[in-house]
């Protein structure tokens, strides 16, 4: 697997001075902080929960109740039951982009860019697009 941090360091610092200004938001549903519990364990309440409330206070991320999205019919080959929230909220809350670095989201962008318009890219790719 590819580690965008060695390769693409100069992206990354752009994608995080993009962010820090705001220029993009992070959606935060109770579907994506119920994967991230399972996903992290422990480490949750430690390092990710205190991170999600620092950027939701510092308007960094937006809070959507889940159940105010609009729910299509949502069909991908190849989509890990684990990390549904991530997608699917992204797909209802109707965002450009889902920036990631995991391989198994980033395949299923052949999918979702041509029915959703939600492009999966990494962060370097985002920079380049929207940078």
Same mark, same amino acid.
């Given at each position: ?38 996903? =992290?364990?422990? $480490?949750? *309440? #430690? ?9 939701? +206070? @510092? ?25 549904? =929230?991530?997608? $699917?909220? *992204? #797909? ?9 670095? +995991? @391989? ?28």
């Amino acid at each position: 697997m590819v580690n965008d941090e060695e390769i693409f360091r100069d992206e990354l610092a752009a994608f995080r001075v993009a962010f820090r200004a705001r220029r993009f938001k992070i959606l935060v549903t109770e579907g994506i902080i119920s994967e991230y519990q399972a996903d =992290a364990g422990a $480490l949750f *309440a #430690i390092q990710l929960q205190p991170t999600l409330n620092n950027h939701l +206070r @510092r308007g960094r991320a937006i809070y959507t109740d889940e159940t105010m999205l609009p729910r299509l019919p949502v069909s991908l080959a190849g989509l890990p039951r684990e990390h549904r =929230a991530f997608v $699917l909220d *992204a #797909i209802a809350g109707d965002a450009e982009y889902l920036v990631t670095d +995991r @391989r198994r989201w980033l395949n299923l962008s052949a999918q979702t860019e041509p029915t959703y318009g939600l492009k999966i890219v990494t962060p370097a790719r985002f920079v380049e697009l929207e940078g």
